[in-house]
T-cell receptor, first 113, second 118 residues
Framework: NAGVMQNPRHLVRRRGQEARLRCSPM?????VYWYRQLPEEGLKFMVY????????ESGMPKERFSAEFPKEGPSILRIQQVVRGDSAAYFC???????????FGSGTQLSVL | AQKITQTQPGMFVQEKEAVTLDCTYD???????LFWYKQPSSGEMIFLIY??????QNATEGRYSLNFQKARKSANLVISASQLGDSAMYFC???????????????FGKGTLLTVNP
């Protein structure tokens, strides 16, 4: 039973490019959460999605960031026109139902040059 | 708003000894959950242990136990018989468990870097 799968593991982008981070939740899980970890910090909540719906995006910057979880396929976190301050580890987690235990993926380390 | 405080940026322990990692929290929610996660140098987040605010007994999972002191708002992690593989960052986190709120959102502390010496 595969866990939460994130890819790529490492992503390097130049300033101004777009970054697309993918997350496939655990089998049977329809709730997906994205967290960001800045250097020497704990994880911070960004967005919570269910299939085809954004439930809570209160932790996501209003500009340049977007997230989706389509009916088919993985959840995507998209960062347009990346800046150096976007360099961080981005973690995806999933749960079967809201309020249940979260299972985390291994994260995507984004480096912006 | 919820807040997690981990006051120990780094801790050292000798192999086979026990170590306590501190965590204090602040919340106005009557029902909440407390979590500990381990993050090794490879980066993944590994769930270790969970304590509910209404649980009568302290949680235990193998060598991990959670020293939950509700009145003091502390949820310290105790690792017994430390092993070299325990060297990692450890994060304390909490979540509102109420029915009408953001019971899906974890708030994390800044973490404690544990180093186990041979």
């Amino acid at each position: 039973n595969a866990g939460v799968m994130q890819n790529p593991r490492h992503l390097v982008r130049r300033r101004g490019q777009e970054a697309r981070l993918r997350c496939s939740p655990m089998k049977g899980h329809s709730h997906v959460y994205w967290y960001r970890q800045l250097p020497e910090e704990g994880l911070k909540f960004m967005v919570y999605l269910q299939k085809e719906n954004i439930i809570d995006e209160s932790g996501m910057p209003k500009e340049r960031f977007s997230a989706e979880f389509p009916k088919e396929g993985p959840s995507i976190l998209r960062i347009q026109q990346v800046v150096r301050g976007d360099s961080a580890a981005y973690f995806c987690a999933s749960s079967r139902e809201t309020g249940e235990k979260l299972f985390f993926g291994s994260g995507t380390q984004l480096s912006v040059l | 708003a919820q807040k997690i405080t981990q006051t120990q940026p780094g801790m050292f322990v000798q192999e086979k000894e026990a170590v306590t990692l501190d965590c204090t929290y602040d919340t106005s929610d009557p029902s909440y959950g407390l979590f500990w996660y381990k993050q090794p140098s490879s980066g993944e987040m590994i769930f270790l242990i969970y304590q509910g605010s209404y649980d009568q007994q302290n949680a235990t999972e193998g060598r991990y136990s959670l020293n939950f002191q509700k009145a003091r708002k502390s949820a310290n992690l105790v690792i017994s018989a430390s092993q070299l593989g325990d060297s990692a960052m450890y994060f304390c986190a909490m979540r509102d468990n109420g029915s009408g709120g953001s019971n899906y959102k974890l708030t994390f502390g800044k973490g404690t870097l544990l180093t186990v010496n041979p």
